[in-house]
């Protein structure tokens, strides 16, 4: 009896967990980040073919990362949108993806500096 009791439990802590959507399509969900995550996986010391079962939990943790972040900047801010200040106040107290996000930022202004001067160049004359 306490094993039926326990089992049950159990399983809505996996139904929880996984936010209902992705526990029923699971098998069928497309993969956004396979070969992104394959990737960084081989960079960072795996098997150039990490198992699939290995790529699939990394991906399922980075797709519930960015859903979570996701729906906190949505609350904040902007009722409903989602803008860089928003992720950037959500992760202010992390020094490491604050100093990541802010390294990011700056280089894609500096991208954006680099393709207004090239544009300009080109076709101002």
Not at 112 to 124: P, Q
Request: net charge negative.
């Amino acid at each position: 009896m306490a094993d039926e009791e326990d089992e049950p439990g159990f399983e809505e802590e996996l139904d929880d967990g996984s936010g209902g959507v992705d526990a029923a399509g699971h098998g069928r969900r497309k993969r956004l980040f396979s070969k992104e995550l394959r990737c960084m996986m081989y960079g960072f010391g795996d098997d150039q073919n990490p198992y699939t079962e290995s790529v699939d939990i990394l991906e399922d943790l980075v797709i519930e990362f960015i859903t979570e972040m996701t729906h906190k900047a949505m609350s904040i801010g902007r009722q409903g949108r989602v803008q860089v200040e928003d992720i950037v106040f959500l992760i202010r107290k992390d020094p490491r993806k604050f100093a990541r996000v802010k390294d990011l930022l700056t280089m894609n202004e500096e991208l954006k500096r680099a393709r207004k001067a090239f544009d300009e160049a080109n076709y101002g004359s």
